[in-house]
């Protein structure tokens, strides 16, 4: 609507620019033709519809002339419509250049806006008062009521109605002392059965492939427990939670090594394997990129494999939790000389006989 009205002033200049080298007889020739055509569209239509960018024209091009000139031209409006569209034109120019400032307050800032919107989601226990007086800590003065205007405004329901702890939070905020537990099972090339028991850290994502077997007992899960209570031990790691489903094979004797340490064991619920999301989508990568693709011969062939695929997965495998960082190496600086761009000497490092590949840069 707004590119209307100059796309129309800029067709009639050039139409006007047309008309100036032309002869009076042929601008009469002309003129009867579009009045014969103009009267024949007349019968036809009952009443036409003109935009406001085509009536603004109109008004423009014909206000000069006196009314007793509109009245002789064939217009597909009365002379009285045109000078009341004309009339109109200049009454809401002048009611716009002397409207006067709005009244009150000002406008809050978008970027306060912003940052209210964000203190209410990352603090839903906070309601508007609790908002305010953050605001006043930073400095940035604003009444109260404005506080609660932009939170009503955005659809930000009252303090007790957000203060409630998801699952997706409680795993955010305790990413850091959850550990991750989990059983899968895989077939060998002769069909038989074996179990993998994996542990992996929700805050740096690195796995622990515990152990394979054909028949995992309750103290053989103990014992691998005992293993990775060290493990964590050594490596200087406390942790406060740990999460696994309701298997069988979790025994009262294997949540005691944890529960000892100070660890509490949380259990998903039934047939949610959502609450256990990091573990099981894991389990996921390990059957596409490895399982998958590999004929297991016995027990010793598939904790060979899973060693080769864990040492992967934590020291070159990008994450995109980690912001493509692996577990246990940092992403490296972005390369930013030209020299080294144009001829990138990039080699590859095959795991497992090709199933898995490592890209690093020539020494």
């Given at each position: 609507?707004?590119?209307?009205?100059?796309?129309?002033?800029?067709?009639?200049?050039?139409?006007?620019?047309?008309?100036?080298?032309?002869?009076?007889i042929d601008k009469n020739v002309e003129i009867l033709t579009l009045r014969h055509q103009l009267a024949v569209l007349q019968r036809q239509v009952d009443k036409p519809r003109l935009?406001?960018?085509?009536?603004?024209?109109?008004?423009?091009?014909?206000?000069?002339?006196?009314?007793?000139?509109l009245r002789q031209l064939h217009l597909i409006v009365s002379p009285d419509t045109i000078l009341r569209w004309h009339r109109d034109l200049l009454r809401r120019h002048h009611a716009k250049t002397s409207r006067p400032k709005r009244p009150g307050r000002p406008p809050t800032h978008r970027s306060i806006q912003t940052l209210v919107l964000r203190l209410a989601r990352e603090n839903p226990s906070w309601g508007y008062r609790r908002i305010h007086g953050e605001l006043a800590v930073l400095g940035i003065k604003v009444?109260?009521?404005?506080?609660?205007?932009?939170?009503?405004r955005n659809g930000i329901e009252p303090s007790p109605s957000r203060d409630h702890q998801t699952w997706a939070a409680f795993l955010r905020n305790q990413a850091h002392a959850i550990l991750a537990a989990d059983f899968f099972e895989t077939r060998t090339l002769t069909g038989a059965r074996l179990y993998v028991f994996a542990v992996i850290e929700h805050a740096t994502r690195r796995i622990h492939v515990?152990?394979?077997?054909?028949?995992?007992?309750a103290a053989?899960?103990?014992?691998?427990?005992?293993?990775?209570?060290?493990?964590?031990?050594?490596?200087?790691?406390?942790?406060?939670y740990l999460i696994r489903d309701r298997d069988s094979k979790y025994?009262?004797?294997?949540?005691?090594?944890?529960?000892?340490?100070?660890?509490?064991?949380?259990?998903?619920g039934i047939r949610v394997p959502r609450m256990n999301a990091v573990m099981e989508r894991w389990v996921r990568s390990c059957r596409a990129e490895l399982l998958d693709r590999t004929l297991i011969w016995n027990q010793a062939h598939l904790l060979h494999a899973l060693r080769e695929y864990?040492?992967?997965?934590n020291q070159h495998r990008p994450h995109r939790s980690l912001h493509s960082a692996a577990p246990?190496?940092?992403?490296?600086?972005?390369?930013?000389?030209?020299?080294?761009?144009?001829?990138?000497?990039?080699?590859?490092?095959?795991?497992?006989?090709?199933?898995?590949h490592e890209y690093a840069h020539a020494a």
């Open positions: 609507m707004l590119l209307r009205l100059p796309y129309l002033t800029l067709t009639s200049v050039f139409t006007l620019i047309r008309l100036l080298p032309m002869s009076d935009t406001p960018p085509e009536r603004a024209l109109l008004a423009a091009l014909l206000h000069r002339l006196p009314r007793a000139r009444a109260p009521s404005t506080v609660w205007e932009v939170l009503q515990l152990g394979a077997t054909a028949h995992p007992t053989w899960t103990t014992q691998l427990a005992r293993n990775l209570v060290m493990d964590l031990k050594d490596v200087g790691v406390s942790m406060k025994t009262r004797a294997f949540d005691g090594v944890f529960q000892d340490e100070g660890i509490a064991i949380v259990t998903t864990e040492a992967f997965y246990l190496r940092p992403v490296p600086k972005p390369i930013i000389e030209r020299d080294r761009l144009d001829c990138l000497d990039v080699r590859k490092r095959d795991r497992l006989g090709g199933v898995l």
